[in-house]
């Protein structure tokens, strides 16, 4: 007892050395900020200013430094903002990423160098695997997730077969994976379509495909502004009454607004699933949509609510 008590105030010492000796605490935060992508990365932006304003700028006492990087939808760039948040600005923290493959690119400088790496959205399954590591958290989910909870949706609602289209990169083919490990019906077709920054938005011929394979349902995983794109396209094919549309991280409150003003009714009636909501009911939840509708005009998204968290993760 007494040599684990001895080992165990040797190693509070250490730990707390550190922090003791540290000004601040330094956070860096990457994110699309440019490319149409953006208007996920601004509402992940916002959200991480408000929480620095809920945190009064402080950790453990400590005053905190946020440094916020753009990294352009691009693997490489990703990796680059990285490599200088670690290197030159010796940040304690990297969170942020909204994307599986540029996550994928950027994470072993920050995990070689020992700093703590935290997802704010993107959930790669290779680092819920054999990439997994000590330093690595995430404030959401891993992305087979919740498109398993959509592979059980789908059969409470007798759905037989269904139709599966998501963009071709990492967490594309995860959702696809995740749905249909679940889904005990019949996967009727498959389609996974151009992504990056010059992703596909024509899917003319893969709605085509779908009306023609005689699926009861269409599944469909596509974020931000090809998901508005995807649901115009599918209301115009005709596709409302006969195909039903369920969908996960492709309608939330970036889109709705968009799809509203372009009175896109193909959304009516669609379901989805998501592991968060502006009226979840506990404390922290309506402290953080308040503020976010009182700063910015509007309900905050789940990009938001995630990165949110992110600093609360680390406070």
Request: hydrophobic share 45%; aromatic share 10%; charged share 20%.
């Amino acid at each position: 007892m007494l040599k684990k008590m001895t080992a165990l105030a040797a190693m509070g010492a250490f730990l707390a050395a550190p922090a003791m000796a540290a000004d601040k605490v330094k956070i860096g935060f990457v994110t699309t900020i440019t490319t149409p992508a953006g208007v996920i990365g601004k509402d992940m932006v916002d959200a991480v200013n408000l929480a620095m304003e809920d945190i009064g700028g402080k950790m453990a006492g400590l005053d905190v430094e946020l440094i916020i990087e753009d990294d352009g939808f691009k693997p490489p760039i990703g990796k680059q903002k990285v490599d200088k948040l670690v290197k030159k600005d010796k940040v304690d923290f990297i969170g942020g990423f909204i994307w599986s493959h540029v996550l994928l690119a950027s994470k072993k400088p920050a995990l070689d160098s020992g700093t703590f790496l935290i997802s704010s959205n993107a959930g790669p399954s290779q680092l819920a695997g054999k990439q997994c590591d000590e330093n690595f958290f995430s404030t959401s989910w891993q992305n087979d997730q919740t498109p398993m909870a959509m592979g059980e949706v789908l059969n409470q609602n007798g759905v037989k077969s269904v139709y599966v289209m998501a963009p071709n990169y990492a967490a594309g083919k995860n959702m696809i994976a995740g749905v249909e490990r679940t889904f005990k019906g019949k996967i009727a077709g498959r389609d996974l379509t151009k992504w990056g920054k010059d992703a596909q938005l024509d899917f003319s011929a893969e709605l085509a495909k779908a009306k023609a394979s005689g699926a009861d349902a269409l599944w469909v995983f596509y974020p931000g502004k090809a998901g508005g794109a995807l649901i115009k396209q599918y209301e115009q094919a005709g596709m409302r009454d006969t195909m039903p549309l369920y969908t996960v991280f492709t309608v939330d409150s970036i889109a709705l607004p968009k799809l509203q003003a372009g009175n896109l009714a193909g959304v009516m009636g669609s379901r989805n699933t998501q592991h968060w909501g502006p009226d979840l009911d506990n404390p922290q939840n309506k402290k953080f949509v308040a503020g976010f509708k009182k700063k910015y005009g509007h309900y905050p998204s789940f990009y938001a609510a995630q990165s949110y968290d992110t600093i609360f993760l680390i406070k």
